[in-house]
């Protein structure tokens, strides 16, 4: 895990730009589900790898892809994101509970669905990511809500969905966050459909103490 003294280096790596899009810059550039990003980004923030967690239009945004790829740029996702790409972009296709160790960077993926509603269905094949950067493990969830799958997940920083009716609720995620016990746990998902600024910090309030949190939009 990482030492206390090691956190704000970490949180000054990570930018949330809105919903569930996430830069990480450290060494590498990865974005997961990157969304809003409406000019093109220079060279230093150009994409290495962008994991897509599902198809939904705030989640797999051709526009900000665009944006950020190079001919470097590998676009990792689930079967039902990468048929929506076209042969111009280098892809992975990847499925739930696999590990992956590519060139530079490995990660594990773990499933991301609904419980009792049907935006998320189970059978879709949605994905979430446990990523191993520099020796720091993230986990990204994407849309789900509070799975049995999830419960043994060990990370250093998490990323978790707090508005609620498409995803976890803001308690449902205070609950996963203090099960993971990660050193960071950030929130997303919120602000854009479903979710407010309230739902974020009742989220921040309620984790155990040695968990830190950044609200960061």
């Known amino acids: 895990m990482i030492k206390i003294k090691d956190l704000n280096e970490v949180l000054n790596k990570i930018t949330i730009n809105c919903q569930s899009s ?42 900000s892809i665009n944006n950020l790829v190079s001919e470097k740029t590998i676009i990792i996702g689930p079967s039902s994101v990468i048929e929506k790409l076209n042969n111009n972009y280098k892809t992975l296709e990847v499925k739930s509970d696999h590990t992956y160790n590519l060139a530079n960077i490995s990660f594990m993926t ?50 978790l969905p707090v508005g609620g009716t498409y995803t976890m609720t803001k308690e449902e995620a205070v609950e996963l966050a203090n099960d993971i016990d990660p050193s960071i746990a950030i929130p997303i998902h919120y602000g854009l459909a479903v979710g407010s600024v309230k739902d974020v910090i009742y989220f921040k309030e309620h984790l155990n103490k040695n968990i830190e949190s950044k609200i960061y939009y």
Not at 33 to 42: F, L, T
Not at 43 to 56: E, L, R, V
Not at 139 to 159: P, S
């Open 22 to 63: 996430i830069k990480i810059q450290d060494g590498l550039t990865i974005y997961f589900d990157p969304y809003g990003i409406k000019e093109k980004v220079n060279s230093i923030a150009k994409a290495d790898y962008i994991f897509i967690t599902h198809p939904h239009w705030d989640h797999l945004d051709m526009n």
């Open 110 to 159: 773990v499933p991301s669905y609904n419980l009792n509603k049907d935006y998320h269905p189970k059978d879709a094949g949605y994905i979430g990511y446990i990523v191993t950067l520099n020796n720091i493990i993230y986990y990204v969830a994407g849309d789900t809500d509070v799975l049995d799958e999830l419960k043994g997940i060990k990370a250093d920083v998490i990323f």
